[in-house]
């Protein structure tokens, strides 16, 4: 019940489908744990980390997510910021795109054993999927350095979608840094929100890139 407890004592009051994020988001962490042991998913496993910096982390802004149709998760690795999204917003639905074939096929796993009904993972580099589908939103953490993400997401922001990019404290560097590619791309960038995770566990930005 370690993960449990520790998402109990975590997790905003207030925040919609709290209990079965509780009890699904210490599942998801579980599972994570276990095949850590086949194959590297994340370095981040003791129970009270893994609540603060994979759960909480992912869900924090969520208000950011709740009026949006489709929302692609671009590079969820095991399932971040995606599935824990996908727990707390029902109604939204989400696709997950991992380009590790393991990792995406662990998502998939753990979206059916813990039934979360709306989500599909695909296998696939997130541009090749904005390429094929419309999203309203796109988000990502951890995945690429802005300037990076202009380029992959650029062409998608361009016809109207936006994306909520989860960034570290320095975002308003990275987007200085990120300038001249938003500029040839027409692309606009702001930090958007910004909150500490407890226990001194870091500051996250989310910034939003939109066209220009
Ligand atoms: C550092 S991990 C972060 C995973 C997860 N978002 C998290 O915060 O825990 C980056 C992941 O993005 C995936 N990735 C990188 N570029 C990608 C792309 N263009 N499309 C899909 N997945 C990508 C990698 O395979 C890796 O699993």
């Given at each position: 019940?370690?993960?449990?407890?520790?998402?109990?004592?975590?997790?905003?009051?207030?925040?919609?489908?709290?209990?079965?994020?509780?009890?699904?988001?210490?599942?998801?962490?579980?599972?994570?744990?276990?095949?850590?042991?086949?194959f590297n998913l994340t370095r981040i496993t003791t129970p009270r980390e893994a609540a603060i910096k994979h759960v909480l982390d992912s869900i924090l802004p969520w208000r950011?997510?709740?009026?949006?149709?489709?929302?692609?998760?671009?590079?969820?690795?095991?399932?971040?910021?995606?599935?824990?999204?996908?727990?707390?917003?029902?109604?939204?639905?989400?696709?997950?795109?991992?380009?590790?074939?393991?990792?995406?096929?662990?998502?998939?796993?753990?979206?059916?054993?813990?039934?979360?009904?709306?989500?599909?993972?695909?296998?696939?580099?997130?541009?090749?999927?904005?390429?094929?589908?419309?999203?309203?939103?796109?988000?990502?953490?951890?995945?690429?350095?802005?300037?990076?993400?202009?380029?992959?997401?650029?062409?998608?922001?361009?016809?109207?979608?936006?994306?909520?990019?989860?960034?570290?404290?320095?975002?308003?560097?990275?987007?200085?840094?990120?300038?001249?590619?938003?500029?040839?791309?027409?692309?606009?960038?702001?930090?958007?929100?910004?909150?500490?995770?407890?226990?001194?566990?870091?500051?996250?930005?989310?910034?939003?890139?939109?066209?220009?």
């Amino acid at each position: 019940m370690q993960f449990e407890d520790e998402l109990q004592q975590v997790l905003p009051p207030g925040l919609p489908n709290r209990e079965e994020l509780i009890i699904k988001g210490a599942a998801h962490l579980r599972l994570i744990v276990e095949t850590n042991e086949q194959f590297n998913l994340t370095r981040i496993t003791t129970p009270r980390e893994a609540a603060i910096k994979h759960v909480l982390d992912s869900i924090l802004p969520w208000r950011l997510f709740e009026k949006a149709g489709l929302v692609l998760d671009a590079g969820t690795g095991p399932g971040f910021p995606g599935l824990p999204l996908a727990i707390v917003l029902p109604h939204v639905r989400w696709v997950l795109a991992e380009s590790t074939q393991k990792k995406a096929a662990f998502v998939e796993a753990a979206a059916q054993a813990l039934g979360i009904g709306n989500v599909e993972v695909m296998p696939l580099r997130a541009e090749d999927v904005l390429k094929k589908a419309r999203m309203d939103l796109i988000t990502a953490r951890a995945v690429a350095p802005l300037t990076k993400a202009a380029a992959l997401f650029g062409p998608a922001v361009r016809q109207g979608t936006r994306a909520l990019l989860y960034k570290g404290p320095d975002a308003e560097l990275e987007i200085a840094e990120a300038l001249p590619e938003a500029r040839k791309r027409r692309l606009l960038m702001k930090v958007v929100e910004r909150f500490e995770l407890p226990e001194n566990l870091g500051v996250r930005c989310i910034v939003e890139l939109t066209q220009g």
